[in-house]
């Protein structure tokens, strides 16, 4: 997304949501640089100029403020992008009291022979923390593997969750969180959808428990219905293990 349709998405944003509610936002695409048109409440350059490209996709009002979560390629000579989420303000300036400058940004590294590109498709809040899922460590957000990341209310990595704020399922390469959600009792339940090869897609829901634990299920459909379930065994009560 470049900057004049960043603008535009939090144009929406702001003139559709009451300050007090949550609204999921749209999807968006492209990369580019440029500077958003002003006038009629656009905004102007709503992310900083650090940025080489940035491409939103979720987009939610939470406590009075608009949060954008997507992508952003933070080295112009660079190739890999990385997960982001940043903070707007009523009137529509970053509200720099959030992560750097009101833009938090976490790389999912995976060592020198994987792909080091992370993008958010979904975005939600435990609390009042950011929760991001999606794609890392792919080519393109279609061939990654699972990922989750949590900040804490000022856009830092929290630290109690997962490793270092982060969480990666470890299935092949073709997998993506599109939808996250927080359950009652603290417990995360991220969707999305993971290859099988040949058969195209699976349906794949995993739920994260406040201890740490985490169980996968798999279903897929070729001439039957299958589904797979993996429990981490860390952290989930023996009465939901069934």
Do not use: W
């Amino acid at each position: 997304m470049n900057r004049a349709c960043a603008s535009l998405a939090l144009l929406l944003a702001f003139t559709a949501c009451p300050p007090d509610t949550e609204t999921d936002g749209g999807t968006g695409g492209g990369t580019g640089g440029g500077t958003g048109g002003a006038g009629g409440g656009a905004y102007e350059n709503p992310m900083p100029d650090a940025y080489a490209s940035v491409a939103g996709y979720a987009v939610k009002v939470h406590g009075g403020k608009v949060y954008v979560a997507g992508s952003v390629l933070r080295d112009r000579e660079g190739a890999d992008n990385d997960m982001f989420v940043a903070r707007f303000n009523a009137d529509a300036t970053r509200d720099t009291a959030f992560g750097d400058d009101g833009v938090a940004v976490t790389a999912f590294d995976g060592g020198a022979t994987l792909q080091h590109n992370d993008v958010a498709l979904a975005l939600t809040f435990d609390g009042d923390r950011p929760v991001l899922a999606g794609s890392v460590r792919g080519f393109t957000p279609d061939d990654g593997s699972l990922g989750l990341v949590r900040f804490t209310p000022d856009g830092q990595l929290d630290a109690t969750f997962g490793t270092g704020g982060q969480r990666v399922e470890s299935f092949a390469q073709g997998a993506r969180f599109t939808r996250v959600e927080v359950l009652d009792g603290g417990a995360l339940l991220a969707a999305g959808v993971v290859s099988n090869g040949t058969r195209g897609e699976d349906l794949v829901l995993v739920r994260y428990t406040p201890a740490g634990g985490s169980v996968a299920i798999v279903v897929s459909r070729d001439d039957a219905l299958h589904v797979d379930i993996e429990d981490s065994g860390i952290g989930i009560p023996p009465e939901e293990r069934d």
